[in-house]
């Protein structure tokens, strides 16, 4: 079925990758165009595919790379905090402004 609007199943995308594997690059995109689909979603599958395939030790992060993410959280977090209690203190003081100038507005008026 090589319409754009094809589903393709795992075992097809494989089998896909398998297929043009082999292909120099003006044969991988005459093959995508005949299936309907781009050459960057075929791309895609075959490091999807790799991917799938590397050990578990390979595709998980270093010691040293989870230190840096949560260091760089932590700041995240801390930074967020800080805006946060500046953003309620500026509500706070927009407030208290508000009703100095509504009081002191009225006693005018009287």
Do not use: H
Request: aromatic share 4%.
């Amino acid at each position: 079925m090589p319409a754009r609007g094809r589903a393709w199943t795992a075992a097809a995308r494989l089998q896909a990758v398998i297929t043009t594997a082999a292909m120099a690059e003006a044969g991988k995109s005459a093959w995508c165009r005949e299936q309907g689909i781009y050459p960057a979603e075929l791309e895609k599958w075959c490091a999807s595919a790799a991917g799938a395939l590397c050990d578990p030790q390979d595709a998980r992060a270093s010691p040293q790379a989870t230190r840096k993410d949560k260091v760089r959280i932590k700041e995240l977090e801390r930074e967020l905090l800080r805006k946060d209690r500046a953003l309620a203190e500026t509500a706070a003081l927009l407030v208290l402004s508000k009703k100095v100038t509504a009081i002191f507005n009225r006693s005018e008026d009287a």
